[in-house]
Structures are given as C-alpha cells and as structure tokens.
C-alpha cells in the first residue's frame, strides 16, 4: 500500500538552529499538509500545500515556517531560528484530488527535539 | 470557525468490554468530512473511517461501528469486545468542505486503556 515516508524520525537541535523535515508524499496526490502535536496534545493544522503554493496556513505557520516541493516528489518544512516550544512531532500528509473529501494519508511523524 | 470536543479525556476498560468514545463537533458549513484516527503508543496516526455529512448512515466494521447523528452534531465511536491492542489515543477530527485544502480541526483525543 503506497504511504508517505517522513524524514528524519528523530531529530535534536540546538536553539536557534534551522530545521528542514523531509516528506515524500504519496506519488498521485495532489494536497500536501504539514500537522504538528505537541507531547501529550492534540494534533493541529499548520498548512496545507496545492499547486506549488500555499492554500491554507494556520496561526501557528508564521514566518518561521516555510514549505517547499522543490523537485516533484518532496515536501518540506523549514523551521527558522528554532525554540524550545518548537519541540513536538511534526507529521506530513497527503491527499488526492477533492481536497476535504478525500482521505488524507499521515507520515509516521519527525519527532523533534529543540534543546 | 469549526471545533471538535472529545470530552472523555481517559478511558479504562477491561478486556471485551463495549466501549464508547464521544465526539460533538461545531461547524457552520453545510457539507462536511468527519474523522477518525487511532494514535497506537508508536506514535502514528492511523485512519479508521471518513464520512461525510450527507451521509447519516452507520457504519459497522468488525468490532468498530461508528454512529453519525446530525441533529445532535455527534459522531460517536464504539468499540465491541475491546481487546489490549485497542489501546491507544483516539481522535475525532472535522474538515470543511473546500476545493483546495483538507485542513482537519482535531479534537483533544481520548486516550483509551483497554486491560486485561
């Protein structure tokens, strides 16, 4: 069954240090998210990706945040000058045409770690 | 602005036991996708059942049904017959219908014990 691959599983940075996770999203998918869930919280929105630009960004994606495709099969996330609050589990997702109505596929997560 | 409440935070049963998990969700929107997710102790969010609003019918799949009532905004969850390896944190979530984001509004998750 196709999936989407999360790269790293795990990651520790220092405080102030750039972060890019990697995703590789299900080949015919056309949407592309970024969640995130802090440790013991609920999953929350951070953006949804279409057409090579953004559709969607939550509160939380400010200007710390940045996504990008750059070759046609990954999908990353950019984390700029790095907090402790930064610490949490960052899942990619995917999803095919129809946008909401479609299922959305879920990475196994990044774990990050912002010390 | 959409918003799911899952009000039972923990929930402990003993093996086979019949167990429900709640869910209310508020939106303005007329057509609507709601969600469930399993969060097993490794950490993956696993999907269970999507359905959309229009579709009231309950769904049954092995020891998982799911109850969609609209009048009462809810979309309940039941396990039969829980088992240990049911244990794991549930999610209930809610995407609005849009063209071109899927952006889903999560509840806080129930964390379900199932011992043996």
């Known amino acids: 069954e196709p999936e989407v691959t999360q790269t790293p599983s795990h990651q520790v940075t220092q405080m102030g240090q750039e972060v890019i996770l990697r995703c590789v999203p299900i080949?015919?998918?056309?949407?592309f998210y970024w969640y995130r869930q802090i440790l013991g919280q609920k999953v929350e929105f951070l953006v949804s990706?279409?057409?090579?630009?953004?559709?969607?960004k939550s509160e939380i994606f400010d200007d710390q945040f940045s996504v990008e495709r750059p070759d046609g099969s990954n999908f990353t996330l950019k984390i700029r000058s790095t907090k402790l609050e930064d610490s949490a589990m960052y899942f990619c997702?995917?999803?095919?045409?129809?946008?909401?109505?479609?299922?959305?596929?879920f990475g196994e997560g990044s774990w990050l770690t912002v010390v | 602005a959409q918003k799911v409440t899952q009000a039972q935070t923990e929930i402990s049963v003993v093996e086979k036991e019949d167990v429900t998990l709640d869910c209310v969700y508020e939106t303005r929107d007329t057509t609507y996708y709601l969600f469930w997710y399993k969060q097993p102790p490794s950490g993956e969010l696993v999907f269970l059942i999507r359905?959309?609003?229009?579709?009231?019918q309950n769904e049954i799949s092995g020891r998982y049904s799911w109850n969609f009532q609209k009048s009462t905004s809810s979309f309940n969850f039941t396990i039969t017959a829980s088992q240990v390896v049911d244990s794991a944190v549930y999610f209930c979530?809610?995407?609005?219908?849009?063209?071109?984001?899927?952006?889903?509004?999560f509840g806080d998750g129930t964390t379900l014990t199932v011992k043996p």
């Open positions: 359905r959309n609003s229009f579709d009231e």
């Open positions: 979530a809610l995407s609005e219908a849009d063209t071109n984001a899927g952006k889903s509004t």
């Open positions: 080949s015919n998918h056309l949407y």
């Open positions: 997702a995917s999803s095919g045409p129809g946008g909401a109505g479609n299922t959305i596929y």
């Open positions: 990706f279409y057409n090579n630009e953004i559709s969607e």
